[in-house]
C-alpha cells in the first residue's frame, strides 16, 4: 500500500481508501466485516463512511464499520464520516447548523464506538446556513477533540475558497475536499483541484471506477449482470449516466491497454484517478474481499504519459467526440438524485 499526506495538512492516508456507501447494510454484516478484515490485511488504514449510509436505517453503516474495527489499534486507522444529508423527518435534521453538526457528530460518535473522528466532512453545501455558523460550529467540536481534521465534498470551488478563509481565521485545519472523479467524470480538473491545490487541500475522490462502468462488465446492448449496481433501486440513479453504448465501446477499447500493464481494466481506472497530483486518496468500495484486493493492488503503479494519452484517445468517439464529462458546473450531485429521508 502507498501512503500519502493529505494536502498539506500533516495527516497521512492510505491511497486507497476503504468505502461504505452502497455496502455496508444491515443485511450484509458478516461481509461488511470480511471487507474491512481484507482492507487491513491490505494495508488499507483510511475507512470513509457518512451518518446517511446505510438508509433507510441510517446509522447503520457507521455501526457495521466501528464494530469492524472493534479491536484494532485506534492510532493505526484514520476514520471519516460525514454530516449534511437528511437523516431524519425533522427540519433540523439535515444541513449543516450548528444543531444538526452537534448532534450529528455525537452520533456518529456512538455509532462508530470511537471518542474522536479524524476527519470530519461536510457532505454537501447548505445553502440555508450561514457560513460562519457551519464553520464555527465545526471548530468548537476539532478545539473539543471530537474532530481532529475538516474536509468538505462536492462543494464549488468559490464555497472551499470562503470555507478555507473561515478556517484560516479560526485556525482549525481544513484539509480535504472529497469529489466524484474517473476517467469518465473530470469536471474537477478546471477549477476544484488548481484551487485546492492553492490552498493545500487534498482530494479523496470517490466513484472512481465511474460505478463499476470501469470494470468493464457491462457490454453494448446486454442486460447488466445480476446483482450489479444498475439493477439495484439505489445504485442505478447513479450508474445510469454511463450506460451509453458510445461509453460501453469506449471502456473497451481501454482493455488492450491495461492488458500490455498486466493491470485489470479498474486497476487502470484507479491507477489513473491516483496519478493526478492533487488526488490524495481514491474511495473503493467492495461487495466481496476479492474485489477489494483487485482494487487495493492498484496503489502506487504508475502510468507513463504515452500510456495517458492512450487512455483519452480511446474516450474520443468519432460521432459523439470525448465522452468524459468536464463541465466545471457539474460539481455536485443534482439534488434529484439525492437520497431523501424514509420512514
Given at each position: 500500500m502507498e501512503y500519502r499526506r493529505l494536502g498539506t495538512g500533516g495527516l497521512t492516508i492510505s491511497a486507497i481508501a476503504y468505502g461504505t456507501w452502497l455496502t455496508h447494510t444491515p443485511d450484509a454484516a458478516d461481509l461488511a466485516r470480511e471487507c474491512v478484515a481484507a482492507a487491513l490485511d491490505e494495508g488499507i488504514t483510511t475507512f470513509d463512511t457518512a451518518d446517511i449510509y446505510g438508509s433507510p436505517d441510517y446509522g447503520s453503516a457507521e455501526r457495521l464499520l466501528g464494530a469492524a474495527l472493534s479491536g484494532v489499534r485506534r492510532a493505526s486507522v484514520e476514520i471519516l464520516t460525514k454530516v449534511c444529508l437528511p437523516t431524519g423527518p425533522g427540519p433540523n435534521d439535515r444541513g449543516l447548523s450548528r444543531k444538526h453538526i452537534v448532534e450529528s457528530c455525537n452520533a456518529s460518535l456512538r455509532n462508530l464506538g470511537t471518542d474522536y473522528i479524524d476527519l470530519y466532512q461536510a457532505h454537501r453545501y447548505d445553502e440555508n446556513t450561514p457560513l460562519e455558523e457551519t464553520m464555527t460550529a465545526f471548530a468548537d467540536l476539532v478545539r473539543q477533540g471530537k474532530v481532529l481534521y475538516l474536509g468538505v465534498s462536492e462543494w464549488s470551488p468559490a464555497q472551499i475558497e470562503a470555507a478555507a478563509v473561515h478556517a484560516a481565521e479560526l485556525k482549525v485545519p481544513l484539509i480535504s475536499n472529497q469529489p466524484q472523479y474517473s476517467l469518465l467524470w473530470r469536471v474537477i480538473e478546471e477549477e476544484v483541484v488548481p484551487t485546492c491545490t492553492r490552498l493545500g487541500i487534498g482530494q479523496i475522490v470517490f466513484s472512481p471506477v465511474a460505478q463499476g462502468v470501469l470494470t468493464g462488465k457491462y457490454r453494448s446492448g446486454g442486460r447488466p449482470p445480476a446483482e450489479s449496481r444498475a439493477t439495484q433501486s439505489r445504485g442505478s440513479r447513479f450508474v445510469g449516466r454511463y450506460l451509453g453504448d458510445p461509453v460501453l465501446a469506449a471502456v473497451q477499447r481501454l482493455r488492450p491497454i491495461a492488458d500490455e500493464l498486466g493491470l485489470s481494466l479498474s486497476q487502470l481506472a484507479i491507477a489513473w484517478v491516483l496519478q493526478n497530483p492533487g488526488v490524495s486518496a481514491a474511495v473503493i468500495g467492495a461487495s466481496r474481499p476479492a474485489q477489494l484486493r483487485e482494487n487495493a493492488a492498484a496503489a502506487g503503479?504508475?502510468?507513463?504519459?504515452?500510456?495517458?494519452?492512450?487512455?483519452?484517445?480511446?474516450?474520443?468517439?468519432?460521432?459523439?467526440?470525448d465522452l468524459a464529462e468536464r463541465d466545471p458546473n457539474k460539481i455536485a450531485t443534482p439534488f434529484d438524485v439525492m437520497p431523501a429521508w424514509k420512514s
Open positions: 503503479r504508475t502510468l507513463d504519459q504515452d500510456v495517458l494519452d492512450r487512455i483519452d484517445a480511446a474516450l474520443v468517439d468519432e460521432v459523439h467526440g
